[in-house]
Nanobody
Framework: QVQLVESGGGLVQAGDSLRLSCVASGRTASTSAMGWFRQAPGKEREFLASITWNAGTTFYADSVKGRFTISRETAKNTVYLHLNSLKPEDTAVYYC????????????WGQGTQVTVSS
């Protein structure tokens, strides 16, 4: 089993940047991919980006291509999400998640970190 803890959120101005971190602990060898999601009040959870743990292959939602960047640092068991050119509509709770090699879904989730972007 893997446990995930996000950090790096906060209150920023429009146009600013943030780097969110997600530290994985436990049986990280069972992780095939990690992803970032967000959920704004009254809205459904939204997929943002994913990265395979071994190869570092990335995939992005069309809505954030060119503005958000996902990366990982395997030695630190950490995945990052770089948020650039932030907009007020980016305000949400951001979650990281992991999936193994058998299930097709993300089955382990972090507690989330709040990102608030003021105009």
């Amino acid at each position: 089993q893997v446990q995930l803890v996000e950090s790096g959120g906060g209150l920023v101005q429009a146009g600013d940047s943030l780097r969110l971190s997600c530290v994985a602990s436990g049986r990280t060898a069972s992780t095939s991919a990690m992803g970032w999601f967000r959920q704004a009040p009254g809205k459904e959870r939204e997929f943002l980006a994913s990265i395979t743990w071994n190869a570092g292959t990335t995939f992005y939602a069309d809505s954030v291509k060119g503005r958000f960047t996902i990366s990982r640092e395997t030695a630190k068991n950490t995945v990052y999400l770089h948020l650039n050119s932030l907009k007020p509509e980016d305000t949400a709770v951001y979650y990281c998640a992991s999936r193994g090699f058998t299930l097709s879904r993300y089955d382990v989730w972090g507690q989330g970190t709040q990102v608030t972007v003021s105009s």
